[in-house]
């Protein structure tokens, strides 16, 4: 696999643009044809089209549409305003209208080749109870190369600014990836005494140290050198875009790894998908259609802030051995004391096992135990951790009532 590889899917994706938006032109005549003996052809062919206008990924971030949240009977504006940006990413900001003050929240979102955006779930549930940021990572794709490269010092750095831009002692709630830079982020703050270190800190199915029950995921990562995973996986970005020659591990790459691990999942639910349309169960497509909207959509990683996570985070553990760096400096976590710490893990989770996460509590020595808490949900995997039914009904509240009592 050649670096040149993304110039030619990219051509691809270029070159089918007339299949896809025909089929999707059709399918939107086809929707106007009246009801009537020709249903179930027309169903069949809708199917097929819609299957068609869905053949490749899309590179740009979906809308949030997170525009009101209801809470108890009262339904409240919600604005996405940028709070603050650089050339990599913004401080979203998530501003309701007319309520009273409350905790003020980052959510710090995974870049791991999918928007920001999927953590939409939570950031709604967030909103409840918090005024909540989110960290909406930029599409390296978009970013020209004379900003420079983007490491992962770079990412630690970033969640350090955007934090103090909250003001004093906000809250962190990391999800997955970024969990060891959010750990190293407030291990540094804290020795620092920065007026907005947070208060609490919420690790959620994250990869603190991944030798505990490794993953297949896991398992990847260490199977190869180093080396191997630059020369097999980094591509240039295609001239066509903005961030033309930058160096990738291109975000379709990724989606192809996560499919492949449930392949069989992924089928099922796309010939049900086309099973729906054709019956007319709008409904019930909908819903399988909403969600690979959201998992297609494709962003990139910087080549230099892919390579140093395989090589810290899943290949040489470096936080958990106590030899993380950040800026030619030592993380500590043990150095952390006035901060609550909340992880949660998930019991079915096939990509950070059960332990990984749990491992940040044994290396924050300087918590006391009243300050520490940790959930183990029973049931769910590892999006289930974050979204969906357990999320909202039983992790959330454990989460929320955490916060507020280490406000």
Not at 113 to 137: C, E, K, N, P, S
Request: some cysteine; charged content about 20%.
């Amino acid at each position: 696999m050649g670096p040149r590889l993304y110039q030619a899917v990219q051509n691809h994706v270029d070159l089918t643009v007339p299949l896809r938006t025909g089929a999707a032109s059709t399918l939107k005549s086809l929707q106007l044809v009246p009801q009537g003996a020709s249903d179930a052809l027309v169903g069949r062919l809708s199917a097929a089209l819609e299957l068609i206008s869905r053949s490749a990924p899309t590179f740009t971030r979906p809308a949030f549409g997170i525009d009101s949240i209801t809470v108890g009977d009262r339904e409240i504006a919600v604005t996405e305003e940028i709070a603050y940006a650089t050339p990599f990413g913004s401080l979203l900001h998530f501003r309701k209208e007319n309520v009273p003050e409350q905790p003020r929240v980052l959510l710090v979102a995974p870049l791991s080749g999918h928007f920001a955006t999927l953590l939409r779930a939570t950031a709604r549930t967030l909103l409840q109870d918090h005024d909540v940021y989110i960290t909406d990572w930029h599409n390296p794709r978009d970013i020209p190369l004379r900003e420079g490269r983007f490491g992962l010092d770079d990412y630690t750095e970033h969640l350090i600014d955007f934090l103090a831009k909250l003001g004093p002692r906000p809250h962190m709630v990391a999800i997955c990836q970024p969990s060891v830079s959010a750990l190293a982020a407030a291990a540094i703050m804290h020795e620092d005494n920065h007026p907005s270190r947070p208060a609490t800190l919420t690790l959620m199915a994250g990869p603190i140290d991944t030798r505990i029950q490794p993953t297949q995921v896991n398992a990847l990562a260490t199977s190869k050198p180093l080396a191997w995973f630059e020369r097999n996986l980094i591509n240039y970005v295609p001239v066509q875009c903005r961030g033309a020659y930058r160096k990738v591990y291109p975000g379709f790459l990724q989606l192809t790894a996560f499919v492949s691990m449930n392949l069989d999942r992924h089928v099922k639910q796309h010939l049900a998908l086309a099973d729906h349309i054709a019956k007319g169960e709008k409904d019930k497509a909908e819903t399988i259609a909403n969600f690979y909207d959201e998992y297609f959509a494709v962003m990139d990683l910087p080549a230099e802030f892919y390579l140093e996570t395989v090589r810290d985070v899943f290949q040489e553990h470096l936080l958990p051995q106590g030899r993380l760096m950040h800026r030619g400096r030592a993380v500590n976590p043990g150095a952390i004391s006035d901060m609550g710490l909340m992880t949660v893990e998930g019991e079915n989770d096939d990509i950070c096992s059960i332990g990984q996460t749990l491992a940040a509590q044994h290396l924050c020595t300087g918590i006391s135990d009243d300050r520490r808490v940790h959930h183990l949900q029973t049931g769910a995997g590892h999006f289930g951790v974050f979204s969906g039914k357990r999320w909202s009904n039983e992790i959330y509240p454990q989460l929320r009532d955490f916060v507020q009592v280490n406000s």
